[in-house]
């Protein structure tokens, strides 16, 4: 199991912005993909972002235009930078990697977006 290390979250103020790393804790010979998905109380985990390893890029609806994944192959690490926040992105969010039949999780970080 390859450990995913999480950080960048925290409280911010609706229009703020928040840049989310997630880093696996040793090389992996390939990422198929990385991606980021989010869970608020009481709700389901859902899919925010998601970036293949040939750099195509999607996004959920309600993230597009503010939210932007990008990835640092050489570090395995990927980013989340999220600006004009509202309180909706208010969640725990999860870092994923896929490779080969496997995945990993990070271990979640919080983002609290007041208003």
């Known amino acids: 199991q390859v450990q995913l290390v999480e950080s960048g979250g925290g409280l911010v103020q609706a229009g703020g912005s928040l840049r989310l790393s997630c880093a696996a804790s040793?090389?992996?010979?390939?990422?198929?993909?990385m991606g980021w998905y989010r869970q608020a109380p009481g709700k389901q985990r859902e899919l925010v972002a998601t970036?293949?390893?040939?750099?195509?890029?999607n996004y959920a609806d309600s993230v597009k235009g503010r939210f932007t994944i990008s990835r640092d192959n050489a570090k395995n690490t990927e980013y989340l930078q999220m600006s004009s926040l509202k309180p909706e992105d208010t969640a725990v969010y999860y870092c994923?990697?896929?490779?080969?039949?496997?995945?990993?999780w990070g271990q979640g970080t919080q983002v609290t977006v007041s208003s």
């Open positions: 970036i293949t390893r040939d750099g195509k890029t």
């Open positions: 994923k990697i896929e490779y080969g039949t496997l995945n990993s």
């Open positions: 040793r090389s992996i010979f390939r990422i198929d993909a």
